[in-house]
């Protein structure tokens, strides 16, 4: 259940979408790159041509969603929703979960597999036939433990040094090295331990397109 529940949250809750600038046609000077200095760092932020706005520090435009989002972390395939600053805390929930469901299926599996091992007699051929269906959990289950488990470590590696899967790929910090790491714990608190900020998406809001009267509700 708790699975489902987290699943749900983190594909239906904003990833943390930053809102389009629909008034401005370009950057009036030109220039499509700015710099930031965070603690001592220079950071470079980048011009997004499609939402017309200078990207935040650790965020990114997603070709998929065609949204820029704040802290973007991936676009994950397998919920078909991008994770970022609001839904991060419920995606490694997820994963978390997910994995402690697969293990509970991989054990009982394992335990059904051997009571019927002694019930029949015969030997890991026989069950083949005797008993396919727990032979296919067993096999799944081991195979997906192996994936959740070493995404979940990787996750848990990226809270602890403050990085993002997409800095982390990039390998954003290498010679400047990341000026948003604060220490084991701190990154810890930072990630796991704030309070949910309000979406800055009104998903309700009425946009109006092609000039008057041509409106879109969303």
């Given amino acids: 259940m708790e699975v489902l529940v987290n699943l749900i949250m983190v594909s239906m809750i904003d990833p943390g979408i930053i809102p389009r ?24 932020l980048k011009y997004c041509q499609i939402c017309k706005i200078y990207r935040p520090p650790r965020s990114c435009h997603c070709a998929i969603c065609d949204n820029c989002v704040e ?45 019927r091992i002694l019930q029949i007699g015969t030997g890991l051929f026989g069950m ?14 081991f195979a997906a433990i192996g994936f959740l488990g070493a995404l979940a470590c990787y996750h848990v590696y990226l809270i602890a040094i403050n990085e993002t899967a997409y800095e982390n790929f990039r390998q954003r910090y290498v ?27 009104n998903f309700q809001e009425e946009i109006t397109r092609g000039g008057p009267g041509a409106a879109v509700v969303i």
Avoid: M
């Fill in 21 to 44: 600038n629909d008034q401005e046609d370009g950057v009036s000077n030109g220039a499509r790159k700015t710099r930031v200095t965070i603690n001592g760092v220079n950071i470079k």
């Fill in 71 to 115: 802290k973007f972390d991936h676009h994950c395939p397998w919920i078909g929703q991008c994770i970022g600053l609001r839904n991060y805390q419920f995606y490694l929930t997820f994963l978390i979960t997910a994995l402690v469901f697969f293990i509970y299926i991989f054990s009982f599996s394992c335990l059904r597999f051997h009571q």
């Fill in 128 to 141: 083949l036939g005797n008993s396919p269906e727990t032979l296919a959990l067993i096999s799944f289950s």
């Fill in 175 to 201: 010679d400047s090295g990341n000026p948003f790491d604060k220490g084991v714990f701190s990154n810890i608190k930072e990630v796991l331990l704030v309070p949910l900020p309000p979406s800055r998406v």
